[in-house]
Each structure stands twice: as structure tokens, then as C-alpha cells.
């Protein structure tokens, strides 16, 4: 008998890569990371931690909304990993959660799962789909006279520089659209 693997040469490979752009387009560190504070939230309430003959029960009166909250972690961050168009709602959710953990379920799961919930709602929250750079052919761009590319307005004196034909007051209380500097309604 052979070591070889059964599979087709590459196989593995091609899976850790097709894994790969998977995971970077959504935010799939949030989502671990919410999962893996939701896991201590709801566990440590039942659990019964044995020292020798003496059983130390850690439950709590509010034992079912620790449950429902290390549940709530969990589905969020499966949804994320699943529906990235909801990070913004499931990172906020996440960090509420969390935060309500601390009373509810022995200090948010003894702050392990408490911090793990924070760190990955925050991740949500800040993460944005990458722009694909490969798609944009990179445009070049003519020198015009001092330097600057042609085409780019300095940003400094945009507003100051009248552009010729078209008034820079888009209020309609300019003087100069008969408006006297008065809001009229009609």
C-alpha cells in the first residue's frame, strides 16, 4: 500500500483557493469571531465545572437568555458569512448582544466571549467589499502646463474659480438668479 491521496492531483489546491476567494469577498473573520464569542456565552451557564468531589455550578437565573443570546451570536455569524450585504446590522447587533452579555450570562461568558463579540462586530462594521483592480485598466493621464494632470481641479480653489456659463450657486438665492438672497417657494 501507498501513501497517495485518492484525490485528483491539485485537488487540494484548487479547493484552498477557490476557499480563499471565497473568504475575501465577505467578512469572514467578523463572522468567526462572533461565532466563537457566542460559544462561551451560552455554555458556560450550564456548565458544571468538577474540582476533585466538589461540583461548582455556574448557572445563572437568566440561564435561557444566555442561550438565546449565544444562539443569536452564532446565527449572525453564519449570516455574515452567508449574506455579506447585512454586515452593518449584524455587526451592531453583535456588539448589543455582547454588551447585554455582561449582566446576563456570568460577565459575557468570563469576558472571553464578551471581547470575542466585540472584536468581530467591529469587524462587520468596518469591513467593505474590495474594489476588483484588475477590472480597471489603468488610464493615463496627460501632464498639462505647472504640473498638474489635465482634467484634475485643485481641490483647494474649486470653489473659489467661477466656471464660465454656469453659476456656482446651486441654492437659487443668488442674486444673480433674481432671487435677492431670499428663499422664495414658488
Known amino acids: ?25 465577505r467578512p469572514f473573520w467578523a463572522g468567526l469571531f462572533i461565532m466563537i ?7 458556560f451557564p450550564y456548565a458544571n465545572l468538577q474540582i476533585g468531589h466538589l461540583t461548582l455550578a455556574m448557572a445563572t437565573t437568566a440561564g435561557a437568555g444566555s442561550l438565546i443570546i449565544g444562539v443569536l451570536l452564532v446565527v449572525l455569524g453564519i449570516s455574515l ?3 455579506k450585504h447585512i454586515r452593518t446590522f449584524a ?11 455582561i449582566p446576563v450570562s ?10 470575542f463579540t466585540l472584536i468581530g462586530g467591529a469587524m462587520a ?26 482634467g484634475v481641479a485643485d481641490s483647494d480653489t474649486t470653489i473659489l474659480r467661477p466656471v464660465a456659463g454656469e453659476p456656482n450657486d446651486l441654492s437659487g438665492t443668488s442674486p444673480a438668479n ?4 431670499r428663499r422664495s417657494a414658488g
Open 91 to 101: 455587526g451592531v447587533a453583535a456588539i448589543l448582544l455582547g454588551l447585554v452579555s
Open 37 to 43: 464569542g457566542g460559544f462561551p456565552i451560552m455554555y
Open 125 to 150: 462594521v468596518a469591513w467593505a467589499p474590495g474594489g476588483d483592480t484588475d477590472a480597471q485598466p489603468a488610464q493615463q493621464v496627460a501632464v498639462g502646463g505647472g504640473g498638474a494632470p489635465a
Open 1 to 25: 500500500m501507498s501513501a497517495e491521496i485518492s484525490a485528483a492531483p491539485g485537488q487540494f489546491a484548487r479547493r484552498r483557493l477557490q476557499f480563499r476567494a471565497w473568504r475575501g469577498t
Open 81 to 83: 458569512w452567508f449574506q
Open 178 to 181: 433674481g432671487a435677492n438672497g
Open 106 to 115: 456570568n460577565f459575557g461568558g468570563f469576558v472571553v466571549g464578551f471581547l
